[in-house]
């Protein structure tokens, strides 16, 4: 069932247009997108979710109030020319998609940043109760890997004992290229054989985070997902949005090891 409020059958448009804006916006987002791979994500249930109820507080005796989750709201528009689209219907002519592109790309970076640091929330890496440790400098190889395995110790000294899923700056990452002088095998692949996911997080600096792999522990709650909604007309472009709405849920922050640089 289409989305009332994205406005999209009110825009003259064929619905190749759309589907084409929508395949582009999908593939985009998935290239982008991290925060959703190494958390299970929950909906979508609807652009009407505001909040999710967490537990029940008590404020004194025999009083209590319900703790809530906000959900966050990430809108971004972005315009295409009117003449480009009518080539496009008419003759097929290939459709300049910067502007759809660049929308995309901001709204999951601020998605990314909303679960791994938080924006006025707390992220994976903010959250308190999450174990943490200092990383050394990586700059000689199977530092990395020890790194890392010292914090595997550490959320297995605290009960959570995987899989793991692990997520770094893109500077710690592309170091795990770098293959041992004793043999042929590079730091990725020694750590693979004892995490699940290892993962590139464009929005870390210098930094990363270690997770056990249970959505019962952290997860994403979607209200609306990325979606692209029709404005109107702006002079000699036509203006569109894309936006989404979306909550970090962390059951067990002591199930999430930061790694701090």
């Given at each position: 069932?289409?989305?009332k409020?994205?406005?999209?059958e ?9 589907q084409?804006?929508n395949?582009?916006m999908t593939?985009?987002?998935?290239a982008?997108?991290?925060?959703r791979r ?10 009407g ?6 537990t029940d507080?008590q ?8 703790k ?8 971004k528009?972005?315009?295409?020319s ?9 003759e ?8 759809l ?5 901001e709204?999951a970076?601020?998605e990314?940043?909303l ?8 992220g994976?890496?903010s959250?308190?109760g ?5 990383l050394s ?6 530092q990395?890997?020890s ?11 605290a ?15 592309n ?8 043999g042929n095998?590079?730091?990725?692949e020694h ?7 290892i993962?590139?997080?464009p ?14 522990y ?10 692209i909604?029709?404005i109107?007309?702006?002079e ?10 979306l ?10 090891c930061?790694?701090?640089?």
């Amino acid at each position: 069932m289409a989305n009332k409020y994205l406005m999209q059958e009110d825009a003259p448009f064929d619905p190749k247009l759309w589907q084409l804006f929508n395949e582009t916006m999908t593939d985009i987002a998935k290239a982008q997108l991290v925060g959703r791979r190494i958390l299970s994500v929950k909906g979508p249930f609807g652009l009407g979710l505001k909040q999710i109820s967490i537990t029940d507080v008590q404020i004194e005796p025999g009083v209590f109030s319900n703790k809530t989750l906000p959900l966050f709201y990430i809108h971004k528009t972005f315009n295409i020319s009117k003449r480009d689209i009518a080539s496009y219907e008419r003759e097929g002519v290939t459709l300049d998609l910067k502007n759809l592109i660049t929308a995309v790309r901001e709204c999951a970076t601020i998605e990314d940043r909303l679960i791994f640091e938080g924006i006025n929330s707390h992220g994976l890496v903010s959250a308190p109760g999450t174990i943490s440790m200092e990383l050394s400098d990586w700059k000689n190889v199977g530092q990395a890997a020890s790194d890392v395995i010292e914090a595997v110790t550490k959320l297995d000294e605290a009960g959570f004992h995987g899989p793991y899923l692990l997520a770094l700056s893109p500077d710690r990452y592309n170091l795990l290229f770098r293959r041992y002088e004793s043999g042929n095998q590079t730091e990725y692949e020694h750590l693979s054989m004892i995490i699940k996911g290892i993962y590139k997080a464009p929005v870390l600096k210098n930094s990363g985070v270690l997770m056990s792999d249970s959505e019962a522990y952290a997860s994403i709650i979607l209200g609306q997902d990325l979606s692209i909604g029709f404005i109107g007309p702006a002079e000699e472009r036509f203006e569109f949005s894309i936006s989404e709405s979306l909550a970090l849920l962390i059951n067990e922050p002591s199930s999430i090891c930061v790694l701090k640089g």
